[in-house]
């Protein structure tokens, strides 16, 4: 699609345009510190595209419907111990960390838990794929037209995250800045297809409502951080939201080591840490093997899930984002299991892409042979959350290659790699004096939160979204891990993104 500016721009606007992007970024908190000059208490803006991308507004305001059928697909899995055992059988013998994992989820299930609420903090990334567009005319022979009849690219479901799902400031922050750069541009007509993002206040409300349903003046949310953490903007805006929306709220700030060394877990299942009583649990951290260095962390871990606090995630909630649990989902007669609803079933299946089980079985070597034979067509995913773990293109062969006979193949999936449109933009990244127009592609993250318990979900909301943007050719595109720049959702009533 055409960009909402027509590209370039005159230099002397650019920079303009640039030098006051730059500006707002740094006084309204849309800022990170840096991983290679780290300095507690410097700031820089994160980086980001000057102006918001264009997306069919049919395929955003479906995309933002179906979030609340996968908080309720999402909650009703990490509540089905059956369904997580058989999905994860072969995996946690042959991967350390989700073993690790699943040894903590055995000992609550062992101890009759989890009884507690649980909270899940959910993000549905998106793309959109050109392989499912009846008049792009570049799809190819066995993959022609699948969905006849539409007239653009339709989303297609990179993963889920259930933990640590990041952006809730800095997404809606991002469309605050392209409103400004827009209206300085001249272009205020078009900031009524920048929609609006209520990310920040839903997310951090509902952490206020998981407190409230504590029902403990005194108790307070602990976050659960990174020993250090560099996009601490994304966290912050957070703690200052849930002050604003709730003044009697304490917000504490902790890492697993922290837990390890200080916190206790007292007789009535209270959690408590430097005499504060723990009411919720919001992990920021926790779904790297990194992150647990000691023993100590392991076993501070399983003392909060025991506890009576309730967490974001919970570790069947950890367990439920798993990739091998994504591609289950996708066979034939799964998500069934949980769904009632016959068009609710037929949207989330219509967003799942070519999800593979790479075990040593038939179904397992008839994938192994078809990445081997086209890696090009695949991204190889494991067990991780956190940007920077899977494997593309060529890169693939030999990876599988050194894996075949060994049971470490049990540890990954295999995924049809999507092909989204390329649209043009300027890049903004600290440190360099112009803006690149540069060919990029775009992700969609959909905000989500569900409170509930195996047999109630009281609360079921979609809250608002994020964009990241990265390079055309890139693989990865984490804006945290260097790799992506922020952006913002501008609204069209597309024909056709592709070309004819």
């Known amino acids: ?79 089905d111990y059956d369904f997580l055992r058989e999905c994860l059988k072969h995996t946690i013998k042959v991967d350390e960390f989700t073993g690790r994992l699943w040894n903590v989820y055995e000992t609550i299930m062992s101890e009759g838990g989890p009884t507690q609420l649980s ?10 794929d050109q392989h499912n567009c009846c008049q792009c005319g570049t799809c190819p022979p066995e993959r022609r037209c699948e969905k006849s009849g539409k007239s653009f690219c339709s989303w297609k479901q990179v993963e ?32 009524k297809d920048i929609p609006d993002n209520g ?55 902790k890492t697993l080591t922290d837990l390890a060394n200080r916190a206790e877990m007292k007789e009535d ?16 951290c926790g779904y790297h093997p990194d992150q647990y260095p000691t023993e100590k962390e392991w076993e501070a ?9 309730i967490k974001s995630p919970s570790i069947n909630y950890h367990l439920a984002g798993t990739k091998k649990v994504q591609q289950e989902l996708s066979k034939p007669g799964q998500v069934e299991k949980f769904l009632g609803n016959k068009a609710q079933i037929e949207s989330v299946r219509d967003i799942f892409t070519g999800l593979y089980s790479l075990d040593h079985d038939e179904v397992g070597n008839k994938s ?13 995913k494991p067990q991780r959350e956190g940007g920077g773990n899977n494997v593309y293109g060529e890169d693939i062969k030999p990876f599988l290659e050194n894996i075949k006979d060994s049971e470490e193949r049990n540890a990954y999936i295999l995924m049809d ?13 600290p440190g360099q004096a112009k803006a690149k127009l540069v060919n990029v592609i775009s992700e969609l993250g959909i905000f989500g939160y569900v409170i509930g318990d195996k047999n109630t979900i009281n609360t079921n909301k979609q809250v608002g979204q994020m964009l990241r943007t990265k390079l055309s050719h890139v693989d990865e595109g984490g804006v945290a891990a260097g790799l992506g720049a922020l952006d913002s959702v501008y609204l069209v009533d597309a024909g056709s993104c592709c070309p004819t």
């Open 1 to 79: 699609m055409d960009p909402c500016i027509p590209l370039p721009i005159p230099d002397e606007q650019l920079e303009d345009l640039t030098e006051k992007a730059k500006d707002y970024a740094l006084m309204h908190g849309i800022c990170m510190r840096q991983k290679d000059k780290f300095d507690r208490d410097a700031l820089h803006f994160a980086p980001f595209v000057l102006f918001p991308t264009p997306f069919p507004r049919d395929e955003y305001n479906k995309a933002v419907e179906l979030q609340t059928i996968l908080n309720e697909l999402m909650h009703k899995v990490a509540h």
């Open 119 to 128: 909270l899940g903090m959910l993000r549905s990334d998106l793309m959109l």
């Open 160 to 191: 889920l995250n259930t933990i640590a799902s990041g952006f809730g400031w800095l997404g809606p922050a991002s469309g605050l800045l392209h409103r400004y750069v827009v209206a300085e541009a001249g272009r205020g007509d078009l900031l």
């Open 199 to 253: 990310a920040l206040e839903g997310l951090s409300g509902g952490l206020v409502e998981a407190w409230k349903i504590y029902a403990k003046p005194q108790s307070v949310i602990m976050f659960l951080v990174e020993d250090v953490t560099y996009n601490i903007c994304d966290q912050k805006f957070h703690e200052f939201e849930i002050r604003r929306q709730c003044p009697e709220v304490y917000v504490i700030r």
């Open 269 to 284: 299942k209270t959690l408590w840490i430097d005499g504060h009583e723990v009411a919720v649990v919001y992990m920021r």
């Open 301 to 309: 871990r399983l003392m909060m899930e025991r506890s009576l606090a």
């Open 368 to 380: 192994y042979e078809a990445a081997i034979s086209s890696p090009e067509k695949f991204v190889l």
């Open 417 to 429: 790699r999507i092909q989204p449109p390329v649209t043009t933009n300027y890049m903004v990244r």
